[in-house]
């Protein structure tokens, strides 16, 4: 499946990745959203979880780099980057959100920064848009 955008941001920050997703599509768009892929749902946590408990569940998980689900999460969020020709960079975001970001801008997506950076970030010339918020992305679709 291709997609038009892929959304990445902090789990801990699910709700407004969810809300953000579910916006782009009543516009019409198709959009992944790593919180609600099924390797995700699986096993990070469902959809009603809180993100923070169900993070602290991940970020603990013993052997993690041996680990089956770890690999389906990887191996099915990096597919659907790759079939996506936008990717959107919620802030707040992690450690994993910015290796992603810099994924697609080495393949060539058009990358899309949404939320207040506090501070100058050089590598953030990555993004070819920038947005303070949703609401303000969101009026340009």
């Given at each position: 499946?291709?997609?038009?955008?892929?959304?990445?941001?902090?789990?801990?920050?699910?709700?407004?990745?969810?809300?953000?997703?579910?916006?782009?599509?009543?516009?019409?768009k198709s959009v992944y959203?790593?919180?609600?892929?099924?390797?995700?749902?699986?096993?990070?946590?469902?959809?009603?979880?809180?993100?923070?408990?169900?993070?602290?569940?991940?970020?603990?998980?013993?052997?993690?780099?041996n680990d089956e689900g770890v690999k389906?999460?990887?191996?099915?969020?990096?597919?659907?980057?790759?079939?996506?020709?936008?990717?959107?960079?919620?802030?707040?975001?992690?450690?994993?959100?910015?290796?992603?970001?810099?994924?697609?801008?080495?393949?060539?997506?058009?990358?899309?920064?949404?939320?207040?950076?506090?501070?100058?970030?050089?590598?953030?010339?990555?993004?070819?848009?920038?947005?303070?918020?949703?609401?303000?992305?969101?009026?340009?679709?």
């Amino acid at each position: 499946m291709n997609y038009d955008y892929f959304v990445a941001g902090k789990y801990r920050n699910k709700k407004n990745i969810l809300d953000l997703a579910r916006r782009l599509r009543q516009k019409g768009k198709s959009v992944y959203c790593f919180i609600e892929s099924a390797a995700s749902l699986n096993y990070v946590g469902k959809i009603h979880d809180d993100g923070e408990n169900a993070m602290q569940r991940f970020e603990n998980v013993e052997n993690w780099w041996n680990d089956e689900g770890v690999k389906e999460v990887f191996i099915t969020d990096l597919e659907a980057e790759k079939a996506s020709k936008n990717f959107i960079l919620l802030l707040p975001a992690g450690k994993s959100v910015h290796i992603e970001a810099g994924i697609a801008y080495g393949l060539g997506k058009h990358c899309i920064l949404v939320g207040k950076q506090e501070t100058t970030e050089s590598l953030y010339l990555i993004f070819d848009e920038r947005y303070d918020t949703p609401d303000d992305f969101l009026a340009t679709i």
